[in-house]
């Protein structure tokens, strides 16, 4: 058997150590990319778990909108080593986007006209004033398209993006682009975008799966933080509410007065926090008390500050005024222009002469009181003439209203009251009623006010359980001659004439006829002051669309000036341009419009809009900062808001 030589063994082992050795590198550099994947794996889990926990802030109620915008776009900036993002989120009426934050150094993701390139060559300034103000339509542009079919877009070519294919060559052009849409709970509330420049790496596979992540994530914050928004607005609401009903109580009687020879009660239980109903004692002369009771239409707060002033004015009219029609009609006349057509009052309000022991009573298409006569032991509606308060200019409804002696013996009563309890419900939807209404005024009228309220009120809770209801307000006036009063609205039915006397039903036909007559001429008086104030609005707002357009190139004239600034401001381009804007702002102010002072004051959700909240030593906490575009009023309206940035206070940590 042959056998190797000592030389051939030697470059043999020579061979396998350097085999070896080869593959002990490799497998060393193999160990070394893992490492590296590994620790870049590391810092890219680190960075993600870093935002979904700075996204967890947002579930808490004290996140400024500002703060969490900022957060989402520069967190998934820093997972993904984009130059820079955007935040586009769907303004208030959902017709455009409105960027609500956008990182420094961002590349431009929307069309910017050529003018503003050329002055951005100059001035950066000029460029990131634009991309802020700018908003994007439904399918304009790639934000625009991605927010419309809701579906996410990374973009290395720009095939279907012109308005970025342009710029590409640009210093400022984004190479590279990441968008995706805010979808959460079937809302799409805007979108997110990353873009690299020139200068970064185009965006991977990988790096797209992960940004989807991230934006289906801020689109569970934002959802939150608009759930925690709300919910914090409805608490200050439900808190200016009850500060409200406080006040209205304070308006109603604390107590019955004490009258010789008559007995009274009252009591106002609204459904909600405030309401429209309304009673009052007003003492008109040594010798007469004025009782009224009032239902504004409608519910809530409109109704309730349409109460006060009403009560105010009544208050005013009746002091040392003996006629109850009289006051209504003084009454109507003054609320008439203030009243808006679509909302009335109805009234009624007698005034008791204790020395005389009399009652009179007006009617202004209140529901008519019910009188108890305890010789007969019978309840009879007092159907007095007359109209609501607010559709008539006051000659329809002077002819209506009239005072009408109301004849009253000893335990006699008489009971106002508010649609409230007649047309309260039960769970099966049937109403109290007129009927229920006089049964227990009959049954417990010998009792005396007190217990007609009580007994008015239980047989009213057992009726309607757990039933949401309206308003229902007690006022019972009860004299032994015993007045009462309780509330809620409409004028009562039509009393059934005797069918078995004609002249009493051609006198049923005839007060059918001259009412329907009557309502005509209300309507086409409500009518013709409604035309008035819609003829008023268009002669004084006539020029709201032109100056909405002014005020635009006013915004871009601006921006050319800042630019032109850079030329030195003694140059003649300079100065020409803010000889024209002083002109444009002259023009402006001569037909109504006035700009809104922002920077140093304090934060007004009403005048001002917040793009963003920063840290200042020098602003203190909740006040502007800076303006990013200029808001201004048109005579009594607001045109547009300023968009501001608000201070957050000196160090306040982000």
């Given at each position: ?17 350097a ?12 160990i ?16 993600v778990?870093?935002?979904?926990h700075?996204?967890?802030?947002a ?29 586009y ?74 308005e970025?294919a ?14 995706a ?52 607005e ?6 200016d ?21 008559f007995?009274i ?29 009032a ?22 009219q ?67 003439p ?56 009959r ?31 007690c ?26 006397d ?8 005839l ?5 329907l ?8 008086e ?18 709201k669309s032109?100056?909405?357009?002014l ?12 630019a ?14 803010s ?14 419009l ?24 020098e ?22 808001p300023?968009?501001v940035?608000?201070s ?7």
């Open positions: 058997m042959a056998t190797l030589s000592p030389t051939v063994l030697f470059w043999l082992l020579i061979a396998c150590l085999l070896w050795i080869f593959t002990l590198l490799q497998q060393r550099r193999s070394r990319r893992l490492e590296r994947s590994h620790e870049e794996m590391q810092i890219e889990e680190t960075l778990f870093d935002f979904l700075g996204l967890g802030e579930f808490s109620e004290t996140i400024r909108p500002g703060d969490l915008h900022r957060l989402i776009v520069e967190g998934a900036t820093r997972v993904l080593d984009a130059q820079g993002g955007a935040l989120l769907t303004e208030r009426t959902g017709s455009k986007l409105t960027p609500t934050f956008i990182s420094k150094g961002c590349p431009p993701l929307v069309d910017v006209p050529s003018h503003i390139l050329q002055q951005a060559a100059a001035t950066q300034v000029a460029l990131e004033s634009f991309l802020k103000l700018h908003t994007v339509g439904n399918g304009e542009g790639l934000l625009g398209r991605v927010w419309q079919t809701a579906a996410p877009v990374c973009s290395n070519e720009f095939s279907e993006a012109p970025l342009k710029l590409r060559d640009s210093s400022f052009g984004a190479t590279s682009v990441m968008v849409p805010l979808l959460y709970a079937k809302q799409n509330m805007g979108v997110l975008a990353l873009a690299n420049s020139r200068l970064g790496a185009p965006f991977s596979q990988n790096d797209f799966v992960v940004f989807k992540s991230i934006a289906e994530q801020s689109a569970f914050a934002l959802y939150n933080a608009i759930i925690y928004s709300e919910a914090n409805k608490k200050r609401l439900d808190h509410l009850e500060i409200a009903r406080d006040i209205q109580r304070i308006l109603l009687p604390a107590e019955s007065p004490r009258v010789t020879g007995e009660n009252g009591m106002n239980i609204p459904a909600r926090q405030v309401s429209g109903d309304y009673f009052d004692y007003i003492k008109v002369d040594d010798e007469r008390l004025g009782v009224a009771i239902d504004v239409s409608g519910k809530g707060v409109p109704a309730s500050l349409i109460m006060a002033i009403c009560r105010s004015v009544l208050r005013s009746a002091v040392a005024n003996p006629s109850p029609a009289d006051v209504l009609q003084k009454v109507n006349r003054q609320l008439y222009p203030d009243i808006k057509e679509d909302m009335f009052i109805s009234m009624a309000y007698l005034i008791l002469d204790h020395a005389r022991s009399a009652v009179t009573l007006a009617r202004a298409g209140h529901d008519a009181p019910l009188l108890y006569s305890d010789k007969v032991q019978t309840v009879t509606p007092l159907k007095t007359g109209m609501v308060v607010g559709i008539d200019s006051g000659d329809v409804f002077d002819r209506l209203t009239k005072d009408v002696a109301v004849p009253l013996e000893r335990d006699d009563c008489i009971l106002l009251y508010t649609d409230g309890i007649t047309e309260a419900l039960d769970s099966d939807g049937n109403e109290f009623g007129l009927e229920r209404t006089m049964k227990a005024f049954e417990t009228a010998k009792q005396g006010a007190q217990a007609i309220v009580a007994r008015l009120i239980d047989d009213l809770r057992n009726f309607v359980g757990a039933t949401p209801q309206n308003d229902f307000d006022d019972p006036k009860d004299m032994k001659k015993t007045p009462i009063t309780e509330s809620e609205e409409p004028a009562a039915p039509a009393e059934q004439p005797d069918g078995d004609p002249v009493a039903g051609m006198q049923a036909d007060d059918r006829f001259r009412d007559a009557m309502r005509t001429q209300a309507d086409f409500n009518y013709k002051k409604r035309c008035a104030r819609e003829k008023d609005d268009a002669i004084k707002y006539a020029n032109l100056l909405e357009k005020v635009s190139i006013v915004d871009h004239f601006e921006l050319g000036l800042e032109a600034r850079g030329e030195g401001e003694k140059s003649p381009i300079y100065s020409g341009m000889l024209v804007l002083k002109q444009f702002r002259d023009f402006l102010a001569e037909n109504g006035q700009p809104i002072e922002a920077v140093g004051q304090k934060f007004d959700p009403n005048l001002h809009e917040a793009i963003a909240h920063q840290p200042s030593e602003v203190p906490e909740e006040h502007v900062i800076t303006q990013t575009r200029r808001g201004y009023r048109f005579k009594d309206r607001l045109l547009r300023s968009t940035v608000v957050s206070g000196p160090g306040t940590k982000k």
